[in-house]
């Protein structure tokens, strides 16, 4: 047996369950430092994964490499069992597996539906003729160029698929009610921002990713603001999506999260249910105790 297959042979404890994520000594170093240092957690199908760590513990950095922005010096990720490490974000994203960013990232320039629709990009079948090509290096332009000629001559199946994703943007921005359902043709550089970043929750979710991630997804939020993201994160988790976030509200993790894994200087210090997380002096020592000191 491969150390792949024996990965993907692996289920989550306790349950016959394979995992839907699994990351397998995970490794990243910066100028010789270990930002992630031999990092492992499995995220069911379902099920609300959170990772805690003090500032500057290798959280965005986890899922940075969980995404494929960067790569990673060893370890694996495998999505429903099949190595993705070595996919580009583009891929990663076709896979399944959609973020958000700590400091936010939307199109100012673009309205709200648009920065929405954005997330549906990797969905299109009939708008992206030659898509495959796009992971040849030298026939990148062939995609390019047949993807423009489709925008500006639309056939009939790349009509009817703007029509599909049209439905789809407008589905998900009345999931966020009048939040953003009455500023979907405003620019995005207009909007507050809370409705920022409920834009980027927006954009992830549009594609029904098998894996939602979210980088502090409340990060500058005042209590009401969190209060409705936490009851959208359950809501979301009632649907079954599987959820990996990154998050500092503590009251936040425990009332959502299925387990938590603790980081500290790259490594997982304490991994578990919420309550037992909560109860681990390890924790209270590097995490709770610090941000209690700090106050
Ligand atoms: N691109 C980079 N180049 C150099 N060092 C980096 C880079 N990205 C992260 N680091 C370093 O890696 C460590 C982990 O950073 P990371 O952003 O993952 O922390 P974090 O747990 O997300 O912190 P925070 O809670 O403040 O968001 C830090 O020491 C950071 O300075
Ligand atoms: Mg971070």
Redesign the pocket.
């Known amino acids: 047996m491969t150390e792949t297959q024996a990965a993907t042979a692996q289920t989550v404890a306790g349950t016959a369950i394979p995992p839907l994520l699994s990351v397998r000594g995970l490794r990243r170093t910066f100028a010789g430092l270990a930002a992630v240092d031999a990092v492992s957690f499995d995220v069911a199908p379902g099920e609300v994964v959170s990772i805690i760590g003090p500032?500057g513990s290798g959280?965005?950095?986890t899922?940075n490499l969980v995404t494929g922005a960067i790569p990673a010096d060893a370890g694996e990720i495998l999505l429903d069992g099949r190595r993705i490490d070595r996919l580009d974000p583009a891929r990663i994203a076709e896979a399944g597996i959609a973020r958000t960013f700590?400091n936010g990232r939307v199109f100012g320039a673009l309205s709200v539906a648009d920065n929405v629709a954005v997330g549906l990009h990797t969905t299109l079948r009939a708008g992206r003729p030659a898509r495959r090509l796009s992971t040849w290096f030298l026939l990148r332009w062939i995609p390019l160029l047949a993807e423009l000629a489709v925008a500006l001559v639309p056939t009939r199946a790349a009509r009817r698929e703007q029509a599909r994703i049209e439905a789809a943007v407008a589905a998900e921005l009345d999931r966020f009610g009048q939040r953003l359902a009455p500023r979907r043709d405003d620019f995005a550089y207009t909007l507050s921002y809370a409705n920022r970043r409920r834009t980027e929750i927006a954009r992830a979710l549009a594609p029904r990713p098998r894996l939602l991630v979210l980088?502090?997804p409340t990060a500058g939020m005042n209590p009401s603001e969190t209060a409705e993201v936490l009851d959208q994160l359950l809501q979301l988790k009632a649907e079954g999506q599987a959820i990996l976030l990154?998050e500092h509200k503590i009251d936040l993790v425990m009332t959502v999260s299925d387990r938590v894994v603790v980081i500290d200087g790259g490594r997982v210090i304490s991994e578990g249910r919420p309550d037992a997380v909560r109860r681990d002096p390890l924790v209270a020592e590097a995490y709770l105790g610090r941000r209690r000191g700090k106050a």
């Open positions: 500032n959280k965005t950095t899922l700590q980088d502090e990154v």
